[in-house]
């Protein structure tokens, strides 16, 4: 079996939330010849939620993961579970032709995770206090108060947050405006990961890590899936769950979005000043920069942020820089702050910025594309692969399965994603110097 995926060595990244979570459950390599109802290939949030559903409604499942749970995007990510997606309500319904449903859907999806985390006593560190966006800018500061006039107007707990003691609340002077979203909150995700896998199993789910799906062919009215362990499953259907990480395993999958890589960064645990002027009220925030900052407490009071910018690559020492250096920008005036952690991964980006479903006519579907909006968005798209396998009607889905279609110049997604970089600080700049 090879060391490496999408050219990372298989072993998990040193990150702060492997401080607080659970060990991960034993989940042995498949060995043997396996039949099953469903196989599921990818272990992270999607593909250990459809694993829940299924078996929560009688269906034998069989989970295969290339290295372990929560090893991807699903276990390096902030840990932020955000209420809907990168566009307005009305942005969704008029400019891409969603529903209704849909914008509810994504809006819904941290009761989903919540919910599940209550339902099954997943030990994550789950606090919800919500979520807030600060505005950097004048452009920030409009766009915001349209979103809290949507949201508010399709009854969503939000509100415009005063300017005043915004500060206070952020512990940062540098935001001119802000909004608060109640139905968002925080996670440990390595923990979530490892809580869902543990709750799969539980239920009856076959979970095995170290086992790559290595081939993929039809035989008759079954599926086949190989594996780097030699092992064979037999199954009826199958849910493709790799995100980022997704190979050639199901044609056009892997170019139907870039995989991008964003990093994160930790302090050492805060002082007691620090941690009652740093978002004293637990919530967690990210902001409304095109190369956005996200920032928040860990459950061992440490800051950690992510994003403020991108690479294709596996190097993340420039957007390492540029994390320690927005944090300066933003608490300076509290003393100096101490890293110790810094670590990055894959998420998938699609063409626009929202997430798809495909499946085939002969058993198999899959889905990516959480553009930033993993932890809710990859729950409930596992939830909703889970019903449409057991038989839900297309009628039925907030996101039903659409064309595959290849993202233009995937090809050139190195200098790409480097020229969007650039160009996206660039703007962020000049709203900057209008707000000025």
């Known amino acids: 079996m090879s060391k490496h995926l999408a050219g990372e060595t298989m072993q998990l990244p040193e990150t702060v939330w492997r401080r607080t979570a659970p060990d991960l459950i034993h989940c042995p390599p498949l060995q043997g010849h396996v039949r099953t109802d469903v196989v599921i290939i990818g272990g992270g949030f999607t593909g250990q939620m459809a694993a829940i559903t299924l078996r929560e409604q009688g269906v034998s499942v069989v989970v295969l993961d290339a290295t372990e749970p929560g090893w991807g995007a699903s276990g390096r990510n902030n840990g932020q579970v955000i209420p809907g997606f990168k566009w307005d309500p009305e942005q969704l319904i008029a400019e891409y032709g969603k529903s209704e449903e849909f914008v509810a859907w994504g809006g819904d999806a941290p009761d989903l995770v919540f919910e599940t985390i209550e339902r099954y006593a997943i030990a994550c560190n789950p606090v919800r206090n919500g979520w807030i966006q600060p505005a950097y800018t004048d452009v920030g500061a409009a766009s915001i108060e349209r979103r809290v006039k949507q949201w508010k107007s399709r009854g969503a707990p939000v509100e415009m947050l005063d300017s005043a003691t915004l500060p206070q609340v952020l512990g940062t002077p540098i935001f001119q405006a802000g909004w608060l979203d109640r139905r968002g909150g925080s996670v440990n995700p390595?923990?979530?990961?490892?809580?869902?896998?543990k709750v799969a199993a539980q239920l009856g789910a076959s979970v095995h890590s170290r086992t790559a799906a290595t081939a993929l062919r039809k035989d008759g009215s079954r599926w086949i899936v190989e594996c780097s362990t030699g092992a064979k499953v037999d199954a009826s259907k199958v849910i493709v769950?790799?995100?980022?990480?997704?190979?050639?395993?199901?044609?056009?999958?892997?170019?139907?979005?870039v995989p991008v890589r964003t990093a994160q960064v930790a302090t050492a645990p805060l002082s007691d000043s620090m941690l009652k002027a740093i978002l004293p009220g637990r919530q967690c925030a990210s902001d409304t920069r095109r190369l956005l900052t996200s920032f928040r407490l860990s459950p061992d009071n440490r800051l950690v942020?992510?994003?403020?910018?991108a690479t294709a690559t596996l190097d993340h020492s420039s957007i390492v820089t540029r994390l320690h250096a927005a944090a300066k920008e933003m608490w300076e005036h509290l003393?100096?702050?101490?890293?110790?952690?810094?670590?990055?991964?894959?998420?998938?980006v699609t063409n626009d910025h929202l997430p798809h479903i495909h499946e085939t006519a002969d058993g198999v579907i899959c889905a990516l594309g959480c553009n930033g909006r993993g932890i809710g968005i990859s729950t409930a798209i596992g939830k909703l692969l889970a019903e449409r396998t057991a038989g839900a009607d297309l009628t039925s889905m907030p996101l039903a399965p659409s064309r595959m279609k290849p993202f233009a110049f995937h090809a050139f997604r190195v200098p790409g994603v480097a020229v969007a970089t650039r160009y996206h600080g660039l703007r962020d700049r000049l709203d900057k110097a209008k707000s000025s």
């Not at 769950?241 to 979005?257: C, F, I, N």
């Not at 942020?305 to 910018?309: A, D, P």
Request: glycine fraction near 18%; proline fraction near 5%.
């Open 190 to 197: 390595l923990a979530y990961a490892r809580g869902l896998a």
């Open 241 to 257: 769950a790799t995100a980022a990480y997704a190979d050639g395993l199901v044609p056009g999958l892997s170019t139907a979005m």
């Open 335 to 348: 003393g100096p702050l101490q890293w110790e952690y810094a670590w990055s991964g894959f998420f998938a």
């Open 305 to 309: 942020m992510g994003g403020s910018g």
